[in-house]
């Protein structure tokens, strides 16, 4: 079994509404049962807004520390799962269902062994 990032990008601004909000909450936490259920499930988080970030840079023998996000951008990072899967198509299968319980976009990338 390989494990997989499943990156939850989500546009910059305020939360939804909770009548929007709180049924996208229950299907994700209806996945994250099934994901554990099935052996899969990692870990899986959410983030603070992007502009709670703090970036550290290399630069001229010092690091730099800068407060934001590391790039400009209208969305970031949200949250993300870790899972495990068999193959790259069970893993978009999984991600299939994040992007439909959180209706945000969701990128798929596998850690190196």
Avoid: C
Avoid at 50 to 66: D, K, M, N, Y
């Amino acid at each position: 079994m390989s494990q997989y990032l499943l990156s939850i990008y989500q546009p910059d601004g305020p939360a939804p509404a909770p009548e929007i909000f709180e049924p996208i909450m229950r299907d994700l936490e209806a996945l994250n049962r099934e994901l554990k259920a099935a052996g899969a499930w990692v870990f899986a988080a959410g983030l603070h807004p992007a502009e709670s970030a703090t970036v550290l840079r290399p630069q001229g023998g010092e690091v730099l520390i800068t407060d934001g996000p590391f790039t400009e951008g209208k969305e970031h990072l949200g949250g993300f799962t870790v899972i495990e899967a068999e193959d790259l198509d069970a893993a978009l299968g999984w991600a299939r269902k994040l992007a439909s319980a959180t209706t945000l976009p969701v990128e798929v990338r596998p850690f190196q062994h």
